[in-house]
């Protein structure tokens, strides 16, 4: 498993969508397939499947995972102090997505939630949404930037286009 960089005062968490938190790079809904000690004939595995210099070496979400992690560097770089204590997590899908859709409402691609209960401001970004708004790596890469670009501007009180030049309205 991989441990994320730590950056003091900036912390990126991953939850689920009934909120369970994971640790990055994991799922909450039990053990991932490299992460089991045997295969099921019990000889264990041999080595990776992939190596690690292919495309398919880490899984869609991992890839989603450091999209949200380089943009919340990029902007931590940016602005430095502004943004310690600011959690930074990625959600699948948003909570009552359900009933957003019976009412024929747009399903959010983030949200942010201001610092309570003994926790700093929280920007999470809603993996599932953001994924089917777009059509390529790049497309996706860009999207993620803006969305987490926006909420964090949301945040700080300011426009996104001065919290980082390189965003680009592409999405509502």
């Given at each position: 498993m991989q441990s994320q960089p730590h950056i003091p005062g900036f912390t990126i968490r991953l939850t689920d969508a009934g909120g369970a938190q994971a640790e990055a790079g994991t799922h909450a809904a039990g053990r991932g397939f490299r992460q089991r000690r045997r295969n099921r004939h019990g000889r264990g595995l041999r080595g990776d499947i992939?190596?690690?210099?292919?495309?398919?070496?880490?899984?869609?979400?991992?890839?989603?995972?450091?999209?949200?992690?380089?943009?919340?560097?990029?902007?931590?770089?940016?602005?430095?102090?502004q943004l310690d204590g600011v959690l930074f997590a990625v959600d699948e899908i948003p909570p009552k997505l359900e009933q957003l859709v019976s009412r024929g409402e747009t399903a959010p691609m983030g949200s942010y939630t201001p610092a309570g209960g003994g926790e700093g401001p929280m920007i999470t970004i809603y993996r599932r949404v953001v994924e089917q708004a777009t059509q390529g790596r790049e497309e996706l890469q860009?999207?993620?930037?803006?969305?987490?670009?926006?909420?964090?501007?949301?945040?700080?009180?300011?426009?996104?286009?001065?919290?980082?030049?390189?965003?680009?309205?592409?999405?509502?």
């Open positions: 992939m190596l690690a210099t292919l495309p398919g070496h880490r899984t869609r979400a991992e890839r989603f995972d450091d999209f949200v992690m380089d943009s919340a560097e990029r902007l931590q770089d940016m602005w430095g102090k860009d999207l993620v930037h803006d969305v987490v670009v926006e909420y964090t501007a949301e945040m700080l009180g300011v426009a996104p286009e001065t919290l980082d030049p390189v965003y680009r309205r592409r999405y509502q």
